[in-house]
């Protein structure tokens, strides 16, 4: 099992040790408040026997929540720190090892982390605004926006 986070924190996994500065660079981001103030809440599990894991083994050792919809966690894998974007790897965790995943950019982990954590929009919220490489980047910068906005509109 993965260590289980204070309170309503989110674990974030690092699972590739390369590149320590690029870890410390993306931590400043993720410390770094948005705009309007968010931050992402976040229990860090840095930890070497966590090396190379894979996504369902991520999912698999993940806290279990009393509300499944809940459980997310985050993975800093080697993609995420070979990019200037550092796209974070987030698994939404269901029953029986079940798992969606979704890039984020560090910078707009916040708003996928806070929205999911109070179970004020759903997961699907965010992936059908990722663009058309999977990567969430916000909604303001979403390439899909425009479609997503006509696809759901009724005639």
Known sequence: MLPEPDGDET??????FSDDAAWRLMRRALATPSEDGFIAYLHIVEDPACRDLAPARIAALSPRRERPRDRLVVM???TSL???EMPLLALRVGEQGRFDTLRVVARQLYSIENNLALANMA???FTG???????FRGFRSSTRQ???AW???SP
């Open 123 to 125: 997961w699907e919220d």
């Open 82 to 84: 070979a990019s200037p």
């Open 76 to 78: 800093a894998d080697r």
């Open 129 to 135: 605004f990722a663009d058309d490489d999977g990567v």
């Open 11 to 16: 674990p974030l996994v690092r699972v590739d």
């Open 151 to 153: 696809s759901t509109s």
């Open 146 to 148: 425009g479609r997503r």
